[in-house]
Nanobody
Framework: QVQLVESGGGLVQAGGSLRLSCAAS????????MGWFRQAPGKEREFVGY????????YYAESVKGRFTISRDNAKNTVYLQMNSLKPEDTAVYFC????????????????WGQGTQVTVSS
């Protein structure tokens, strides 16, 4: 069992930056790959990025590539999402999730989810 708690969301102006954190409980955190997803009002939850259990491999949605960076610290049981050059269309609730599937970019492959943190980007 893995429990996930996101933090770091808030209100930021376009062009600004935020760093989200996702703290995990459980001794098996390092055996899970992690993903970030987001869901805007009235829209489907969409993939943002993925990081492998070791941190060696990352994948990003085209819409955030070059602006967002995922990292993890297995000693702290934490995964991060650094978001730069934010745009109003990045406004959403951001979720972290854990999976045992390598390279997973589909939300149905993720087993554990956090409760989400709101990110609002003003124009």
């Amino acid at each position: 069992q893995v429990q996930l708690v996101e933090s770091g969301g808030g209100l930021v102006q376009a062009g600004g930056s935020l760093r989200l954190s996702c703290a995990a409980s459980g001794r098996t955190f390092s055996s899970y790959a992690m993903g970030w997803f987001r869901q805007a009002p009235g829209k489907e939850r969409e993939f943002v990025g993925y990081i492998s259990w070791s941190g060696a491999n990352t994948y990003y949605a085209e819409s955030v590539k070059g602006r967002f960076t995922i990292s993890r610290d297995n000693a702290k049981n934490t995964v991060y999402l650094q978001m730069n050059s934010l745009k109003p269309e990045d406004t959403a609730v951001y979720f972290c999730a854990a999976t045992r599937h390598v390279g997973a970019i589909t939300k149905t492959l993720y087993e554990y989810w956090g409760q989400g943190t709101q990110v609002t980007v003003s124009s």
